[in-house]
């Protein structure tokens, strides 16, 4: 009986990996699938790889904050409390990516199973305050590190950069595949600035890829780690026992979320590459940076952290910044405005030489509204509070009110 509840929750697993890559690889690789310089293929494919990286290096950290320590005993998970949580994670999530939304898997993770420690008594209550805790500061971070280099460095960085999206509608980079061995091809007409701007976009999503699977990867299997926890569980095949450890548990993860980068990825890419936002390409570079280094920093010390909700402080740090360059220091304080709108970072061209703090009007500065889609945009602010809610409030009931999993 105990093999095949594992199998089951295994099954369950997986479809949470598989709706992982449909939420991640909207935010990793949809300003490259946007400006036309990769396909949505190709980004399936470098997600994936650069997925199991993050997953195999650092990503262990995050599995065992997960899976042994947020809740004090981790007897509570049970093969059936394991596919319970599973059903939980992967159901919310698949209503996010079902409407083209990438929802955030961490937060979606952690309330499930914070909900099971709840509801058994259970919930290690100082490790969920320090996870909180860190949810709230890492976006603040973000906020005033882009706020930062927006004010000073943005437009010196948008000069040097000089990335434009393919003019023709054609992908920049694709792959020849005529030959014996596969080579990349670039678009007609583009020059060596714009093939490397292309090379560093990609570059760019490869890092977030990276560094948002660092802490992803537990969202999918911590709950069957609680179980098995090194024990050596194994499913026997006929003559073949698998063991189910943590390479074996990360490899299956892994597998699961190539399929949902390759599949129902192609939804968060439409509305994270196209629909949300008309955000900069340069900004978008520095927005992945910043939150990349964040999540990693986090996912080294064991925190689940939400991406998304770091980028997106991140991108209005940026353009606060941004904007605060039409008014100089001292300026401020002698009291004048500063009209601050997320909108300056479309004010610049890439390329185009950067203007000196203080030399701007304000009326130079677009609105918040010529960046954000308002009615996308507030779809998926609605959507990645409500995907958490459903998977935590969900867990919870379940685990508190039905008997079967006998807590």
């Given at each position: 009986?105990?093999?095949?509840?594992?199998?089951?929750?295994?099954?369950?697993?997986?479809?949470?990996?598989?709706?992982?890559?449909?939420?991640?690889?909207?935010?990793a690789?949809?300003?490259a699938?946007?400006?036309?310089?990769?396909?949505?293929?190709?980004?399936?494919?470098?997600?994936?790889?650069?997925?199991?990286?993050?997953?195999?290096?650092?990503?262990?950290?995050?599995?065992?904050?997960?899976?042994?320590?947020?809740?004090?005993d981790?007897?509570?998970?049970?093969?059936?409390?394991?596919?319970?949580v599973?059903f939980?994670?992967?159901?919310?999530?698949?209503?996010?990516?079902?409407?083209g939304?990438?929802?955030?898997?961490?937060?979606?993770?952690?309330g499930?199973?914070?909900?099971?420690?709840?509801?058994?008594?259970?919930?290690?209550w100082?490790?969920?305050?320090?996870?909180?805790?860190?949810?709230?500061?890492?976006?603040?971070?973000?906020?005033?590190?882009?706020?930062?280099?927006?004010?000073?460095?943005?437009?010196?960085?948008?000069?040097?950069?000089?990335?434009?999206?393919?003019?023709?509608?054609?992908?920049?980079?694709?792959?020849d595949?005529?030959?014996?061995?596969?080579?990349?091809?670039?678009?007609?007409?583009?020059?060596?600035?714009?093939?490397?701007?292309?090379?560093?976009?990609?570059?760019?999503?490869?890092?977030?890829g990276?560094?948002?699977?660092?802490?992803?990867?537990?969202?999918?299997?911590?709950p069957i780690?609680?179980?098995?926890?090194?024990?050596?569980?194994?499913i026997?095949?006929?003559?073949?026992?698998?063991?189910?450890?943590?390479?074996?548990?990360?490899?299956i993860?892994?597998?699961a979320?190539?399929?949902?980068?390759?599949?129902?990825?192609?939804?968060?890419?439409?509305?994270?590459?196209?629909d949300?936002?008309?955000?900069?390409?340069?900004?978008?570079?520095?927005?992945?940076?910043?939150?990349?280094?964040?999540?990693?920093?986090?996912?080294?010390?064991?925190?689940?952290?939400?991406?998304?909700?770091i980028?997106t402080?991140?991108?209005?740090?940026?353009?606060?910044?941004?904007?605060?360059?039409?008014?100089?220091?001292?300026?401020?304080?002698?009291?004048?405005?500063?009209?601050?709108?997320?909108?300056?970072?479309?004010?610049d061209?890439?390329?185009?030489?950067?203007?000196?703090?203080?030399?701007?009007?304000?009326?130079?500065?677009?609105?918040?509204?010529?960046?954000?889609?308002?009615?996308?945009?507030a779809?998926?602010?609605?959507?990645?509070?409500?995907?958490?809610?459903?998977?935590?409030?969900?867990?919870?009931?379940?685990?508190?009110?039905?008997?079967?999993?006998?807590?």
């Amino acid at each position: 009986m105990t093999e095949v509840l594992l199998l089951v929750g295994i099954l369950v697993a997986i479809f949470v990996g598989y709706n992982i890559g449909g939420a991640t690889t909207g935010p990793a690789f949809g300003p490259a699938v946007g400006a036309n310089v990769i396909t949505k293929t190709m980004a399936a494919a470098l997600m994936s790889i650069f997925f199991f990286v993050g997953a195999a290096t650092i990503g262990p950290q995050v599995v065992d904050t997960l899976g042994n320590e947020l809740v004090h005993d981790t007897g509570v998970f049970t093969m059936r409390s394991n596919v319970a949580v599973l059903f939980f994670i992967g159901g919310a999530l698949f209503i996010g990516n079902y409407v083209g939304v990438p929802a955030s898997t961490s937060m979606t993770a952690v309330g499930a199973i914070a909900a099971l420690g709840l509801a058994t008594g259970e919930l290690a209550w100082d490790v969920l305050g320090q996870i909180v805790i860190w949810w709230v500061v890492a976006p603040i971070i973000g906020f005033w590190v882009a706020g930062v280099v927006g004010r000073y460095f943005y437009p010196q960085i948008n000069e040097w950069i000089a990335i434009e999206a393919s003019r023709d509608g054609r992908e920049m980079i694709t792959v020849d595949r005529s030959g014996v061995v596969p080579r990349l091809q670039f678009g007609d007409g583009a020059d060596r600035r714009e093939i490397t701007g292309a090379f560093v976009v990609v570059g760019i999503g490869c890092l977030m890829g990276f560094s948002s699977e660092t802490s992803n990867i537990a969202n999918a299997i911590a709950p069957i780690y609680g179980a098995v926890d090194g024990t050596g569980t194994e499913i026997a095949l006929g003559s073949l026992a698998i063991p189910f450890g943590m390479p074996a548990l990360i490899v299956i993860g892994s597998f699961a979320v190539a399929i949902g980068c390759f599949t129902i990825a192609r939804r968060t890419l439409d509305t994270l590459g196209n629909d949300i936002t008309n955000l900069p390409l340069t900004a978008a570079i520095v927005v992945a940076v910043i939150s990349s280094v964040i999540v990693v920093a986090l996912s080294w010390i064991g925190i689940p952290a939400s991406f998304v909700v770091i980028a997106t402080m991140s991108i209005i740090g940026l353009g606060w910044g941004r904007a605060t360059r039409t008014t100089t220091l001292s300026e401020a304080r002698a009291g004048e405005e500063t009209r601050v709108s997320v909108g300056a970072l479309t004010a610049d061209e890439e390329g185009e030489a950067p203007p000196e703090i203080g030399e701007e009007e304000p009326e130079d500065i677009p609105t918040a509204s010529d960046l954000f889609n308002p009615s996308t945009t507030a779809r998926v602010i609605l959507m990645q509070n409500v995907v958490p809610v459903i998977s935590t409030v969900g867990a919870f009931l379940t685990f508190r009110f039905i008997p079967i999993f006998g807590f």
